[in-house]
C-alpha cells in the first residue's frame, strides 16, 4: 500500500488549494479515505473523510465551510480542496486510508498514512 | 463533540522500563480506542485498536486495556526505537478525535 500526496504549497492567506493523494496497492474504492493535518509542532487534527462511495463526508468544525473533500474512484485519487485559508491552515496534510476492520461502518481506524504535504499560509 | 484527554504530556524513562500512557474520553466510547506512534518526521502508525487488539506488525510489548472513559497504553521493555509521540483517537463515530499526545524520550 502506498499513499502518494501532492499540491501542497505556500500562499496568502484567503486562498485556495486543493490536495490531491492517490493509493496504491490496495482497491482504492473499497475504503473511506481521510486528511489528518500536523501544525508545527502540535498535534495530530482529524480533518475530513470521505466514504468508500462519496456519498458522504464528514469535517471537522475548524474547517467546515471552508474545505470540502472529494473523490474519483477511477482514478485511485482523493482530493481536499481548501479555501479561504488562514494562517492557522499551516500544517502538514497526511492523506490516510481506512482499515478493514472499520470499512462500511461509521468507525474510522488510520491503516496506512502517506508522508504528508506541506501547507503554509502566511502574508 | 467528546474530547480525548492524554497523560502525561511527556515522559522520560530509560531502556527497558515498562512505561505508560492514559487517555480519556470526556464520555464514555465502550471500546472504541486506538492508538498510534509517531516517530520523529514521519507519519503515524496505527498500534492499538478496540484498545486492546495489537495491529498486524506491531511489535508485542506494545499492549493496551480500559473501556468506557479511561484507557492505557503499556510500553513494556522499552527500546530505543519507541521513541516518539503517541496519540490516542476514539476510532467509533465522527468526530473522530485525537488525544493531544504524549512525548516518549529516553532517560
Known amino acids: 500500500v502506498q499513499l502518494l500526496e501532492s499540491g501542497g504549497g505556500l500562499l496568502q492567506p484567503g486562498g485556495s488549494l486543493t490536495l490531491s493523494c492517490s493509493g496504491f496497492?490496495?482497491?482504492?474504492?473499497?475504503?473511506?479515505m481521510t486528511w489528518v493535518r500536523q501544525a508545527p509542532g502540535k498535534g495530530l487534527e482529524w480533518v475530513s473523510t470521505i466514504s468508500h462511495s462519496a456519498a458522504e463526508t464528514w469535517h471537522s468544525d475548524s474547517v467546515r465551510g471552508r474545505f470540502s473533500i472529494s473523490r474519483d474512484n477511477s482514478r485511485n485519487t482523493v482530493f481536499l480542496h481548501m479555501s479561504s485559508l488562514r494562517v492557522d491552515d499551516s500544517a502538514v496534510y497526511y492523506c490516510?486510508?481506512?482499515?478493514?476492520?472499520?470499512?462500511?461502518?461509521?468507525?474510522?481506524?488510520?491503516?496506512?498514512w502517506g508522508q504528508g504535504t506541506q501547507v503554509t499560509v502566511s502574508s | 463533540d467528546i474530547q480525548m484527554t492524554q497523560s502525561p504530556s511527556s515522559l522520560s524513562a530509560s531502556v527497558g522500563d515498562t512505561v505508560t500512557i492514559a487517555c480519556r474520553a470526556s464520555?464514555?466510547?465502550?471500546?472504541?480506542l486506538a492508538w498510534y506512534q509517531q516517530q520523529p518526521g514521519k507519519p503515524p502508525k496505527l498500534l492499538i485498536y478496540?484498545?486492546?487488539t495489537l495491529q498486524s506488525g506491531a511489535p508485542s510489548r506494545f499492549s493496551g486495556y480500559g473501556s468506557g472513559t479511561d484507557f492505557t497504553l503499556i510500553i513494556s521493555s522499552l527500546q530505543p526505537e519507541d521513541i516518539a509521540t503517541y496519540y490516542c483517537?476514539?476510532?467509533?463515530?465522527?468526530?473522530?478525535?485525537f488525544g493531544q499526545g504524549t512525548k516518549v524520550e529516553i532517560k
Open positions: 483517537q476514539k476510532h467509533n463515530s465522527p468526530p473522530w478525535t
Open positions: 478496540d484498545a486492546s
Open positions: 490516510a486510508k481506512d482499515s478493514p476492520h472499520t470499512q462500511y461502518t461509521s468507525g474510522l481506524l488510520l491503516e496506512y
Open positions: 464520555q464514555g466510547i465502550g471500546r472504541s
Open positions: 496497492g490496495f482497491t482504492f474504492g473499497h475504503y473511506a
